[in-house]
């Protein structure tokens, strides 16, 4: 398994843009499928973003499609989402998961979770 840690979240303005990283460390990380997922107060985990182990094939959910970039540089062991024109129902804990093999948009089938970084969009 990989150990992966969030950073990059923070407040910002409706219209806004934001980087988080998801940071691994494991020697199988390009071995691994990356994804996003998001939790606000009160809802379940969303899935947001996932990308495959070797970066070629991203997908998204269709409320950040157009709006988020999922991106993974395997040599520095580090996944990005790019998230522009953030809005208020954006806000939400965002983690990162890990899985080996292909990726997928359900949160069970990932082994490995980091403990998430905060972003909150003000409207």
């Known amino acids: 398994q990989v150990q992966l840690v969030e950073s990059g979240g923070g407040l910002v303005q409706a219209g806004g843009s934001l980087r988080l990283s998801c940071a691994a460390s494991?020697?199988?990380?390009?071995?691994?499928?990356i994804a996003w997922f998001r939790q606000a107060p009160g809802k379940e985990r969303e899935f947001v973003a996932a990308?495959?182990?070797?970066?070629?094939?991203?997908y998204y959910a269709d409320s950040v499609q157009g709006r988020f970039t999922i991106s993974r540089d395997n040599a520095k062991n580090t996944v990005f989402l790019q998230m522009n024109s953030l809005k208020p129902e954006d806000t939400a804990v965002y983690h990162c998961?890990?899985?080996?093999?292909?990726?997928?948009?359900?949160?069970?089938?990932?082994?490995?979770w980091g403990q998430g970084t905060q972003v909150t969009v003000s409207s």
């Open positions: 494991g020697r199988t990380f390009s071995d691994n499928a």
């Open positions: 998961a890990a899985r080996r093999g292909t990726l997928h948009y359900t949160g069970a089938v990932y082994n490995s």
């Open positions: 990308i495959s182990a070797s970066g070629a094939i991203p």
